[in-house]
DNA sequence: AAGGAACGCAACCGCTTTGCC
DNA sequence: AGGCAAAGCGGTTGCGTTCCT
């Protein structure tokens, strides 16, 4: 407790100020009840029962004080600013008893630190304090009070509104908390813990355990903090959090995840003029291009591409991830942390902080490339895939346009049972020819994955997103479909021997969606184009197809090209 | 124009933390 | 060390506004 600048024992108070209010009726009894007492149930519950509808902001008729509640009004706000005028923040229950304010202590002081002490900013937030938000949120999770630390003129509350506010928003049409330079810098930067020395094993399987188990990981350095650290006047540290942490969880249960989760009805459209820089600008309102009324039908398909839900999920109603890559102390529901709350156990483990680099324009500058090879490798490296409960996704990217993929593909099984065969065809690589073989086998073994309550109904994607095909001749889908066959870049490397990937650890359910997407990799161009344009409408099918990749509307909106795939033909070459 | 749904903000509620005695 | 009071914090709710059908 801050020590009071104008404290008086409560109860001394509260004797001296019955004493005057005996002597004259226009002032209001006080009754020694509500907020002398710290519990603010009791505090509040005599709120409940005594509250004054009339509005005034004092009064009584019984002898016992009225504690107002709802909204403030003007006048109670002047009185409130006159006495922190002169006695200062703090000792909010005092407030009530010097000035005859018919609030709690508690209410003062909110109203005041949201609403009437100066310097506070009022009105939207800019989009560099919404990136810093972001940025915020996924090291310290919903640490409010202290995002607000780094936002002068910002309160808790604002923050926390506008991101429950961004949470509803992105849920809502499935799309990630985090920008997936975010996400994809988290996950790089995990498993470089991992590997780090003095991290047992470096396995994520065992760090997921270590992470459900209250272990914590490695705070990320923001630059934009950094910088403010200099500018604000307190930046309080931030032993307990992590971007990893918190980020993770938005990418395992967030970014990761594809959850369309549509309303009753899908009446609104304001996001969809925002959303059309979605990827361009990850601070905007993410919504993508499809999540307008006159898509709902896209919606709907899309909201019946995945039933999401995660190995190790521990509530199977907001089906979040709890394990991929990490667990933290953060409890991510409805993207809402809890970082107070270690799920289980106190040992801490600090690890190395990320590096989190934003670009002076403010955007997110995409990190430097993963080593895919080595993303790919923790991922991938299980034995065989295990099957998941019907109910448990996969972690994923927001995986839009491959869900749409996914989804013609879908529709492309029901029309053309034989798709699979072409995966016989070789496939042939700049530097290493992959033996379709195997592709078939691969495809064969995912075949009962493509029900779309497939927890790899939805498939992977974003964390190939760096994948880029060699040929740049590719100027359409279906050319760089056609480019699958030829050999790939990871990283800015060229890939080579990936179809030594194997399975041999239990974390490999995203390379079983990349598996799944193998089978629509081996379709024949033309039929999967067909899907989409079944799916998506001639429209929107054109549109595809006449894009170039990574150029169009569409792809650019969404942050992925076609360039995706590749990888999963890669991966497809297991033994 | 009316009804209803979604949105966003302000405030409330309850638990935790902090500091004093 | 334990109790108490105050403040802090995060989640939830209520309600006015906006928008759509």
New binding site residues.
Partial sequence: ????QNICK?NDLLAVLNQLVQRDDNLVPLYDMS???????KE??A??TLFDEGGSYGGSSNGAIVL?????TSAEDTILVDYVKKHGE????AVQKHSGLS?C???C???W???LRPNLKKG?FTPEEEQLIIELHAKMG?????MAAHLPGRT???I???W??RI??RQ?VGLPLYPPELCLQAMQENQQNLNAPGIPGGDTGYHDLLQSSGYQTPDVMFDSLNTNQGVLPYVPEFPDSSASSSLMKGFNSQFCSFIPRM?????????SDECVSWYSNSTSDDTPPFDR?QNDGYKNKMSQLVVPCFPYDPDPITKKLLSFGVNHSHSIL?G?????KPSTGAVKLELPSLQHQETSSGQWRSPPLPPVLELVDSFIQSPKYVPLPPDCPSPRSSGLLEALVYEANSLGNSRNQSSEKSTNSSISSHNNVIESSALKTSSAEFRGYHDPKSPLGNSTGSILSECTPTSATGSSLEENITGIEQSWILNGEKTENLNQLHFSRPDAVLGSCWLEQSAFCSKEHGTVMDDITALLGDDLGTEVKDTTPGTSALSSEWGLTWNNMPAVYQISELP
């Fill in positions: 407790m801050k020590p009071s409560s907020c002398s007492i710290s519990n603010d149930s509040l519950s709120d409940s107002k509640k709802g909204p403030w703090g000792n909010w229950n609030r202590g508690k209410s002081r909110l109203r630190a949201n609403h939207a919903n640490k409010w009070a202290r808790d509350n604002e926390k509104n506008y429950n506010t509803k928003r809502r309303s009753r009805r899908q009446k609104r459209t304001r996001e009324d409805n809402n942390f809890s970082a107070s």
